[in-house]
Structures are given as structure tokens and as C-alpha cells.
């Protein structure tokens, strides 16, 4: 019977860099927000944009994201990544003009100026509905939302 050892890879063949792992290496990359233009000689059709990134620390990522928050029409800071970003998305949505009704957005029975609009499974995003807008209240985990929806919480704004 003839063992047979499995190969390691030479170390200069090696994609581990210096005891590093992969989200490691790549924590230090962060997209910048605007896409590079063509050179005005090509028309956008021939060439596509291509996105621009930088190597940023750590720190300064960390930072980049802290600052985001204050843009932010209401507090987001408690809440995970995932969450915040697309609460941003559905906020800048309805900042466009787009209806409620199209992002599963329902009133409440007992307040009709009342909104909810789903942010994930467990994430619902409150609003206020006036005649002329709509304001955002808060974002309220499914605990803290069932209070809400049964009436034992008011909600201000």
C-alpha cells in the first residue's frame, strides 16, 4: 500500500500573504462613490465607466463610514451595515418620488398617516405621510415594532 501526501503549494505560489486571509487583505479597499468618465474624444456607447477604487486604512474607512452617517435624515447608527445601506437606498427612493406602494410600503389602520416600509426580515422603516411628503420617523427592529403595529407605543413626529 503506497501513501500519498498531499502537495503543499511553494510559497511563492502561496495566496496566503504573510499569515493574512483573504478579508484581510481586501479590508483596506473601499469603493469611492463616483464612476470615472470616458475621454470626451469617445462616445459613453463605445467605452463603459469603470468604477474607482483606492486602498484606504482601516481607520480611515472606519471613519468614511462614521461621517455617512451624518447625511442621514434620521439616527442609523444603532443599526447593522446591511441594514443601514439599504435603508439609505429606500430613503433616497422615496426622496425621488417613488410611490410607498412600490417599496411594500402600508399605512397603519389605526393612524393612516402612519407608514411602515419593510428594511429586511426584521427591520421596518417608520414614516409620517403628509399631504405634500413624506418623513421619516425611525427604523425599529420587529420587537420594537410590534408595539407599534399594536397600538402600545405612539410613535412621535
Not at 422615496?94 to 427591520?123: C, K
Amino acid at each position: 500500500m503506497v501513501r500519498r501526501h498531499r502537495q503543499r503549494p511553494h510559497p511563492s505560489n502561496s495566496d496566503n500573504q504573510g499569515g493574512k486571509s483573504f478579508r484581510d487583505r481586501i479590508a483596506g479597499v473601499v469603493q469611492i462613490d463616483h464612476i470615472q468618465s470616458p475621454p470626451p474624444t469617445q462616445s459613453a456607447s463605445q467605452q463603459p465607466t469603470q468604477r474607482v477604487w483606492q486602498a484606504v486604512s482601516p481607520r480611515e474607512a472606519k471613519q468614511q463610514w462614521q461621517q455617512r452617517f451624518a447625511a442621514d435624515p434620521i439616527d442609523l447608527t444603532h443599526l447593522p451595515k446591511p441594514i443601514v445601506l439599504k435603508t439609505r437606498q429606500i430613503l433616497a427612493a422615496l426622496e425621488q418620488g417613488v410611490s410607498p406602494a412600490q417599496l411594500q410600503g402600508r399605512r397603519f389602520s389605526f393612524d393612516r398617516t402612519l407608514l411602515r416600509i419593510p428594511v429586511g426580515y426584521r427591520y421596518r422603516l417608520l414614516c409620517r405621510w403628509y399631504c405634500d411628503r413624506i418623513v421619516p420617523l425611525q427604523v425599529l427592529s420587529h420587537e420594537a415594532y410590534n408595539a407599534v403595529a399594536r397600538n402600545k407605543k405612539q410613535i412621535k413626529g
